[in-house]
Structure formats: structure tokens, C-alpha cells
Nanobody
């Protein structure tokens, strides 16, 4: 059974930092591309950052320069380091594992990030 367990969310002031983690089990983690998405209230889920099997990273414009995605294939974990957080970053953050062009696709349960003073 595949499980993705996210952690690290919480309440932070503008300009603060958080590090999200997503631990995977039940899959051969190193075979999967990994990503972080987020969904703010009343908005569709949107991609934040991706890291491929080979370690290449991509970011959306809102994440560039502030967020860093990384993966540890020994710990079967993907991370999202978020710095200089803004109120607009408030959302539920979800990790995603995918391969075979998305035919095989797994989601975590989400972790709430709230940026507020």
C-alpha cells in the first residue's frame, strides 16, 4: 500500500520560513518524479515545484528564488524549503509522486501552511 505522509506545515509570519517533508512508503521511491502542489481556498490546485528522477528541478514563477525542492532517495523523502513566505503562499500543500507520464500517480493528504501576522 502506497503512503505519502506530509509534515512541517504550520503558522508563520510573513518573511518566515518552513520546511515541508513528504515521506513515501510502499513504492520504489527513486523511480518516481516528485512534486509539490498547493491549493488555496476557492482556487484550483497548482504546481509549485518538481524534481525528476535524475534530480533536475523546476519551479513556478511564484516559487523561484524563495523555495527549494529536494529529494533523498535513501530516506524516501521529498522536501520543500520555503523562505521569505508571503500571505499569498497560504494554502494546503500536497506532495505528489508520479511515473509513466502520470499513469501512476500518488498524493499525500496535505499539510496546511498559513502565512499571517
Amino acid at each position: 500500500q502506497v503512503q505519502l505522509v506530509e509534515s512541517g506545515g504550520g503558522l508563520v509570519q510573513p518573511g518566515g520560513s518552513l520546511r515541508l517533508s513528504c515521506a513515501a512508503s510502499g513504492v520504489i521511491f527513486r523511480f518516481y518524479a516528485t512534486a509539490w502542489y498547493r491549493q488555496a481556498p476557492g482556487k484550483p490546485r497548482e504546481l509549485v515545484a518538481t524534481v525528476t528522477v535524475g534530480g533536475s528541478t523546476k519551479y513556478t514563477d511564484s516559487a523561484k528564488g524563495r523555495f527549494t525542492i529536494s529529494r533523498d532517495n535513501v530516506k524516501n523523502t521529498v522536501y520543500l524549503q520555503m523562505n521569505n513566505l508571503e500571505p499569498e503562499d497560504t494554502a494546503v500543500y500536497y506532495c505528489n509522486l508520479a511515473r509513466l507520464g502520470g499513469v501512476e500517480n500518488y498524493w499525500g493528504q496535505g499539510t496546511q501552511v498559513t502565512v499571517s501576522s
